[in-house]
């Protein structure tokens, strides 16, 4: 099995992913939807075998790391296209998951990330999350945000990945990109956020807050005076901040509640739909950290609907509710009301359908 010939297909038909399971014929996901590779015969467990080899060329880190974990993240480029590959096993056979990175990055205003999350990157100090299911376009979002920080301010930019993804050029500002893993540049995201204390950035981007160790690391970079950039995996603005407080004990909740509530200025929380015209539309929820929802963030107990309804009345402020968004998106034909529905509790279906409502009155004014 030829697997150029498959990465060709996956080109020509613009797919995000190329999935490679035994058993299966090879399959590619198109607009959200998994296809199979034209004129292709179901991989056997020697194919499978070949694909490890051609991907892996031999390293032998990268073949340790493999043999020891059972599954490997890399890097891999073909025909100027990176791809981010993710190898594991199914019944003791390798199978493949490559995700393909487009090489040129969308202009930040045409992904629909409302303004304030770009507006709060010439922030000094702090933490801006940003957040969202699998899938979600977090890695796009932080790439773009970048992008744009590299072109219109004069920093230092250091970003920590698993594996780079987009390859960045510095522009008006000094940009350092860093691969994450053993055989890499840091062995692990809290070893890089460490030493980046020593390299004199101005901006820190961690492609992925995932334990105590990074959070804590994260938590001293913004407290000595630079600005953290950081993705999470949570659905919501409010559920990444009970994610956060849970890294801890919670003798040490307290804590890190006070930290938190005055170093947190913004969290984006995004998803992605099937839009009405095919294409994908970005469905945001920004929470503006201001002195109320730092109020909520040092409770004893933490509210979820307490910092949704902050959400909901610091919209003056830039904050947009999920609902809001939903609601717009809906007015615009952008997507379905039955897609908005999906995307919410049955309590809050009201309160859609009054803001949908509101929305169309003030459209036809």
Known sequence: MNLDKILDEAIKQDASDVHLVCENKPMLRVARTLIPVPNSKILTADDMSEFYDYLVKGNVEKDEVFNTTRKLDMSYEYKDIRLRVNISLSDDVPLCTLRLIKNELPEYESLGVPDIVRRMTYQPQGLILVTGKTNSGKSTTLN???????????????????????????????????????????????DGVKNSLREDCDIL?????????????????????????????????????????????????????????????????????????????????????????????????????????????????????????????????????????????????????????????????
Do not use: W
Request: one cysteine or more; aromatic letters at 2%; charged letters at 30%.
């Open 144 to 190: 773009a945000l970048i992008n744009h920080i590299n072109e219109n301010q004069n920093k230092k930019i250091l970003t920590l990945e698993n594996p780079v993804e987009y390859k960045h050029h510095s522009k008006k500002s000094l940009i350092v990109q860093k691969e994450i893993g053993k055989g890499r540049d840091s062995l692990t995201f809290s």
């Open 205 to 365: 981007v961690i492609g992925e807050i995932r334990d105590k160790t990074t959070m804590e690391a994260a938590i001293e970079m913004a407290e000595s005076g630079h600005l953290v950039v950081g993705t999470l995996h949570t659905k919501s603005c409010a559920e990444t901040i009970d994610r956060m407080i849970n890294f801890y004990e919670v003798r040490d909740q307290a804590s890190v509640k006070y930290l938190l509530s005055a170093l947190l200025k913004l969290v984006v929380s995004q998803r992605l739909l099937p839009g009405t015209d095919g294409k994908l539309v970005l469905v945001p929820e920004v929470m503006v950290v201001d002195n109320i929802v730092a109020g909520i963030i040092r409770k004893e107990k933490l509210s979820v609907s307490e910092i949704e309804d902050a959400i909901q009345s610091n919209l003056e402020k830039g904050s947009i509710g999920l609902i809001n968004s939903l609601a717009e998106l809906f007015v615009k034909d952008k997507i379905t009301l039955e897609q908005a529905k999906a995307q919410i509790e049955e309590k809050n279906l009201e309160i859609l359908n009054r803001t949908i409502m509101q929305l169309k009155i003030k459209r036809d004014k």
